[in-house]
């Protein structure tokens, strides 16, 4: 099963991390780069749906201003069988009507 979309799908931007272009393209769309800087997360609030962020690990400045726009996430650690390649992912699945 697959939630979401490409549209509410990202690669937090970091310096010397991943060619998030690649990212893109290994997802069968070449011509949409993944990359999104921490300051404009807030734009994302304005995207309905679920979404995805994917972190690198030594991002904390990153985690922690998702954490803070959306307290509801869930974060989840990408341990990967390549040595040094792990990443977190975190996730957002939209507030229900009652919740907060």
Avoid: C
Wanted: no cysteine.
């Amino acid at each position: 099963m697959t939630i979401g979309s490409p549209e509410s799908a990202y690669v937090v931007a970091y310096p010397h991390w991943v060619d998030t272009r690649l990212v893109g393209i290994n997802a069968g769309y070449p011509t949409r780069d993944f990359a999104i800087w921490e300051e404009d997360f807030p734009r994302t609030l304005e995207i309905e749906g679920p979404k995805l962020f994917i972190l690198k690990l030594d991002d904390s400045q990153s985690l922690s201003t998702l954490q803070s726009l959306y307290p509801q996430g869930h974060l989840r650690l990408f341990e990967s069988q390549v040595s040094n390649k792990d990443f977190y992912e975190y996730y957002v699945l939209p507030v229900s009507a009652g919740e907060s």
